[in-house]
């Protein structure tokens, strides 16, 4: 998935519709009793009214995303709902967040959740799905909360299957029902959210992926029940939206909403929950690498398709009061940015940089909105814009970006290094660049190429400073993706040898960092699980803001093309090369033996992580 630079220096239509709903409905227990019991459980005094508020938050060409909001506008708490309602066109829902909801023909039913069964009087509670369509996309009608009506008038509008097709719908309400949609600006209790917090992991729990869980589980069982394996499970890790189809779930993945879902049902405002998603399907993906090519083209269709049919789902999901307890991480689109700072002199990055840019300024408009969503960027690692030119010219980048959203700096809460990489948090043995050995400086090896930034704890350090004097806020502080930096195992340096008299043999002889290239990036063999996901290791001053997993260790980087199949990334083929700037070559260091695609479970890197893993597990 990784890139580095080129050269190391020196040597579709979106669609916003709201419908109210009101009700002016009331039914007295004795004239309702004929009425299903179970519909009339949330009838606990002489009357039930209810209101329901439809918003269509996207559209596109054969897809949608609604979000319900229920009020109880009677005189009686409810205490457990289920909505119906009938759609006059030919959508079908797909997957349903803080309900469940099921179809029959046209007529859809939703059944509260645990955590917003309850609605008490002058209350609202929401829920949300996706769905598709073929021919129209027209307002449901005859909502009814456990079997009351909530009628109202309306003029409603269908979108027809072209896709440069729009509709607008308008509805006369008797009473006012609550917007859906959360607003406000992020920074303290909005719409009663709780208030949004300089670091987002002090005071939170963390929140497991159940995917990897069972990934872990079952390789520590296939090794004997490897307690030091089955370990890993304990600590989190990033859920991938690497595809649109991650949205909904598959077989191997579990839709968002189920994992928010599982999340929001243990989190309270007093025990919040950390969920870390990683956004990262930008048109031409990874410009300058094929392991991670992504599923979207980097043209003017495929910007459209980032933006309506993958953020905006996300957005949409994610803007759910039910989720009001969690504070969700969005590492936003590795790889990206960086290319636009290095790797403008390749055809692919030159395409893709307008479309990064604004999508990413997309991005975090969307996700800004929602205020317990805090976003970090990606900003490589100190292999790739360690060296002073490429530092410098990295705040213009970045700022071009943010300063391009509503909020400007206030849109992202920091950044992230490191994501996906092996490079160490620090070179305990190698820790003065200018250090002279044999008459020349330490930095000056082939291994760094004169970057004196050997490390992440450096790199973020001056990266951070560099950020805040071009005027970036001192705010907005650096996670390390520590999940494979360990260096651990037997060929880890444990004192300092300062025998050697040139500063290759020097750099060789100290640092813990294995690989033969600082820019080999692809299931690097002797790599060791580093420190576990940990906040402010170096306390609240520090740029250092937490240590966090986003690459789930033991899930591949990627695959290389053979005779056998076409597709895959050279550069992670243990029998190719990588090359330098000044036209050196080196092993790539991947792990020999294997081929096994981006993102599936590796066995044997996962032993050897776990086997390598510093400090030991």
């Not at 495929?302 to 307890?325: C, M, R, V």
């Amino acid at each position: 998935m990784q890139s580095t630079p080129t050269s190391a220096p020196p040597p579709r239509t979106r669609v916003r519709r709201r419908i109210w709903l009101a009700v002016s409905a009331s039914v007295s227990l004795a004239a309702a009793a004929t009425l299903t019991p179970a519909l009339l459980t949330s009838a606990s005094a002489a009357s039930l009214g209810c209101s329901v508020a439809y918003s269509t938050q996207s559209q596109w060409s054969g897809g949608f995303v609604a979000n319900l909001v229920i009020g109880n506008t009677g005189s009686s708490a409810i205490n457990g709902w289920t909505l119906t309602f009938t759609f006059p066109g030919d959508q079908k829902v797909t997957s349903a967040w803080s309900a469940t909801v099921t179809q029959s023909g046209e007529n859809v039913t939703a059944v509260a959740a645990s955590y917003n069964a309850g609605i008490a009087a002058g209350s609202t509670t929401s829920f949300g799905f996706q769905g598709t369509w073929t021919t129209s996309d027209a307002i449901p009608t005859g909502f009814a909360v456990n079997g009351v009506a909530c009628g109202g008038s309306s003029s409603t509008g269908s979108a027809s299957a072209s896709p440069t097709t729009t509709a607008t719908t308008t509805a006369t309400a008797t009473t006012t029902s609550a917007s859906p949609t959360a607003t406000g600006t992020g920074t303290g209790g909005t719409g009663g959210y709780p208030a949004h917090v300089a670091d987002p992991f002090t005071g939170a729990t963390r929140y497991l992926n159940p995917d990897y869980i069972a990934e872990v589980n079952a390789q520590a069982g296939a090794d004997g029940n490897n307690a030091a394996e089955a370990s890993v499970a304990q600590y989190q890790t990033a859920i991938w939206l690497d595809q649109i189809s991650r949205i909904a779930g598959d077989s191997t993945h579990t839709s968002l909403t189920t994992q928010l879902n599982d999340a929001a049902a243990t989190a309270t405002a007093g025990n919040p929950k950390v969920v870390e998603l990683v956004v990262y399907d930008l048109p031409g993906r990874d410009c300058a690498a094929l392991a991670s090519n992504g599923e979207i083209p980097a043209t003017a269709a495929g910007l459209t398709e980032y933006e309506s049919q993958f953020i905006d789902p996300i957005a949409s999901i994610l803007n759910n009061t039910a989720y009001k307890n969690l504070r969700i991480v969005a590492i936003i689109e590795p790889d990206s940015l960086p290319n636009a700072v290095t790797n403008q002199s390749k055809t692919a990055c030159a395409t893709a940089t307008p479309y990064y840019e604004s999508g990413i300024t997309y991005a975090l408009n969307k996700l800004h909105a929602i205020p317990n969503v805090y976003n970090y960027l990606d900003i490589a690692h100190s292999a790739w814009l360690g060296w002073p030119s490429n530092m410098s010219a990295t705040p213009a980048v970045y700022q071009k970006v943010v300063l391009g959203t509503t909020a400007g700096y206030a849109s992202i809460d920091g950044f992230i290094s490191d994501t996906a990489n092996y490079t160490p948090v620090q070179e305990p043995f190698l820790t003065n660049p200018t250090l002279s050995v044999g008459g020349q400086p330490v930095d000056s090896a082939t291994f760094y190429q004169y970057d004196p930034a050997f490390d992440e704890l450096t790199y973020d350090t001056d990266m951070y400073n560099t950020l805040v004097s071009a005027g970036f806020p001192s705010s907005d502080r650096f996670l390390i993706d520590t999940s494979r930096d360990g260096w651990g195992g037997s060929g880890r340096p444990t004192a300092l040898n300062s025998s050697p008299t040139t500063v290759d043999t020097y750099v060789a002889a100290n640092k813990i960092d294995e690989r033969p290239f600082r820019g080999d990036w692809c299931n690097e063999n002797n790599a060791g699980i580093g420190a576990r996901p940990t906040d402010e290791p170096f306390g609240t001053s520090s740029p250092i803001e937490g240590y966090v997993w986003i690459k789930p260790p033991g899930e591949s980087d990627g695959d290389y093309p053979t005779s056998t199949h076409t597709h895959g990334d050279a550069h992670c083929d243990p029998s190719g090369t990588n090359t330098d700037g000044n036209g050196n070559t080196y092993s790539t260091g991947s792990i020999p033996g294997y081929d096994v695609p981006a993102g599936q479970w590796y066995a044997y890197e996962f032993r050897m992580l776990v086997s390598n893993a510093y400090p030991a597990l």
